[in-house]
């Protein structure tokens, strides 16, 4: 059961343009939405994030948007770059007891930027 | 800052043979996390440990074992590696300050199975 979906597989843009990623969860209990952008041969660095009581949260070119009602949350990065090409995940939260949080990730989004 | 160090950095295993992966944290963080990634897969949890002393088991627990040996490191055990094995293997750290959380990941550890 995939708790996290993800959408689109990948993605073509050219510079200058707008990506967008989208996410759809299906856990309520979900309480922290992360997105993580990871270069080949790298490990994921978190990019951005949200809590489900905001419905949109901007970091320079990139903003969240959260749609709680219908589960759902996407990535936009404007003014799309070369340099932003790179494999995005998603994920979803949940406590699992004290200060640990048990991430559960969308299956990623690989995207191209074209100069 | 080292953050999260992972060895090696690439392994072939033949089928049955035993390794262990290592993960060191420097950040004083409380969980650890380890993760493969498969393509068109994700991340997928094996094992965690919330605190020193605490492991608990994944998505995809099986055919692995881990060891939380003090905060700092936390390893991964194949004790006979299977080709289904092949995989990207992350490890991962977190905190929570001011009600934020985010995981920092290692560089990962490729590891091929014949």
């Known amino acids: 059961q995939q708790q996290v979906k993800q959408s689109p597989q990948s993605l073509i843009v050219q510079k200058g343009g707008i990506s967008i990623i989208n996410c759809a969860y299906e856990n309520t209990a979900f309480d922290y939405f992360p997105w993580y952008q990871q270069f080949p041969g790298k490990g994921p660095a978190l990019l951005i994030a949200?809590?489900?009581?905001?419905s949109e949260k901007k970091e320079g070119r990139f903003t969240i948007s959260f749609n709680k009602s219908a589960k759902q949350f996407s990535l936009h990065i404007m003014d799309s770059q070369p340099g932003d090409s790179a494999t995005y995940f998603c994920?979803?939260?949940?406590?699992?007891?004290?200060?640990?949080?048990?991430?559960?990730f969308g299956k990623g989004t690989l995207l191209t930027v074209n100069p | 800052n080292a953050g999260v160090t992972q060895t090696p950095k690439f392994q072939v295993l033949k089928t049955g043979q035993s390794m262990t992966l290592q993960c060191a944290q420097d950040m004083n963080h409380n969980s650890m996390y380890w993760y493969r990634q498969d393509p068109g897969m994700g991340l997928r949890l094996i094992y965690y440990?919330?605190?020193?002393?605490?492991?608990d088991k994944g998505e995809v627990p099986n055919g692995y074992n881990v060891s939380r040996l003090n905060k700092r490191e936390f390893s991964l055990r194949l004790e006979s590696a299977a080709p289904s094995q092949t995989s990207v293997y992350f490890c991962a750290s977190s905190e929570v300050r001011r009600g934020k959380h985010g995981y920092t990941f290692g560089s990962g550890t490729r590891l091929t199975v014949v």
């Open positions: 440990s919330a605190s020193e002393g605490t492991t």
């Open positions: 994920a979803a939260s949940l406590n699992s007891g004290g200060s640990n949080y048990k991430l559960t």
């Open positions: 949200i809590r489900p009581d905001v």
